[in-house]
């Protein structure tokens, strides 16, 4: 028996690492393919596809999804503008005026985002870890949204992709502690993905309509679509279903904290794939958005607790 489960934490452990990396590959795909695809566009079609992919898991639990639009539509609607229109299509606008590098930095203070939002709506107490990282991590944002040069807070001299990532976080924090909303637990985690993946998409055609009006094109390339196909399977698929076979085998504490590993993964990979050049202020970005992020959010004394019950709620993925 200890075998056996010593086994699974093992797998588990692999799981979560490659899961990790899936998420990692979000920006990077992106980066490469949004200069042949408009942002919009490429947001239906990846979450187009995720919808259509994950569509059986909607019908077997049609009366729970139908429940969960009849008394929860508004909510539906807001959870997909913000994960996959704001934090979707909004990710890849940036991504036309800004590094994956510096975009991967930004949104990694979402975690922080959350202690913030549930302390000033859910009356979250927060401690001295919380407010300590939470400051270092919003001084890395800084550091990264300056480019290391404090005269530019004086001459208002930002990158609009980074302001765009700052908004992203925030959107993704709210979306988080929006998703864990009891009401929509009556559908699986799956179902509930494969229908905000759904809303989401009707809300982004019209837009992505209007960029077909003023020129944009489908991906004609096959670089493009192996770019969609990696967003699509590797940062949506499987980076979502290995994010909720580590919670219900690790528990969510010890999961959450291999998403430490994003920056790591995901700056290495620019810098390898796409050429972006590492700069001092990243160093310093990372060491302070990173160290920042683990204050607040590490859990100390719940690391290595085990779940008692398989998580069967909602858990919300990175993007």
């Known amino acids: 028996m200890t075998s056996s489960t010593d086994s699974r934490t093992g797998l588990a452990l692999l799981v979560m690492l490659g899961t990790s990396l899936f998420f990692s590959s979000n920006l990077l795909f992106g980066r490469l393919v949004i200069g042949e695809i408009a942002p919009f566009t490429l947001a239906l079609i990846r979450w187009g596809l995720v919808a259509a992919l994950l569509s059986p898991f909607m019908v077997r639990e049609r009366s729970a999804i139908g429940a969960i639009l009849r008394g929860n539509a508004q909510l539906v609607c807001v959870l997909a503008f913000l994960g996959m229109v704001v934090c979707g299509a909004g990710v890849y606008v940036a991504l036309t005026y ?43 944002v800084a550091a990264i949204v300056l480019r290391g040069d404090l005269s530019a807070l004086m001459r208002l001299d930002f990158n609009w992709g980074d302001l765009i990532f700052v908004v992203a976080a925030v959107a993704w924090a709210i979306y988080s502690i929006l998703y864990r909303t009891p009401a929509l637990s009556s559908a699986s985690n799956l179902a509930l993905f494969a229908l905000v993946a759904l809303v989401a998409t009707l809300m982004l055609l019209p837009v992505a309509a209007l960029e077909f009006a003023y020129g944009a094109t489908l ?52 810098v390898i794939f796409l050429g972006e050049t590492f700069h001092a202020f990243h160093a310093v970005g990372i060491a302070l958005v990173m160290g920042g ?12 607790r085990q779940p008692k019950v398989p998580s069967t709620g909602n858990v919300s993925s990175s993007q």
């Open 98 to 140: 800004t590094t994956a590098t510096n975009g991967t930095l930004i949104y990694t203070s979402s975690s922080v985002f959350i202690i913030l939002l549930e302390a000033a709506f859910l009356g979250r107490r927060i401690g001295w870890r919380e407010a300590m990282g939470s400051a270092i991590a919003f001084l890395g």
């Open 219 to 270: 991906p004609n390339t096959g670089g493009a679509w192996s770019a969609i196909g990696g967003i699509v399977v590797f940062a949506s698929l499987l980076a979502f279903s290995g994010f909720q076979y580590g919670v219900r085998v690790l528990g969510a504490s010890l999961t959450g904290i291999f998403m430490y590993m994003m920056p790591p993964f995901s700056v290495t990979m620019a």
């Open 293 to 304: 992020v683990i204050l607040a959010t590490f859990p100390v004394d719940r690391m290595w």
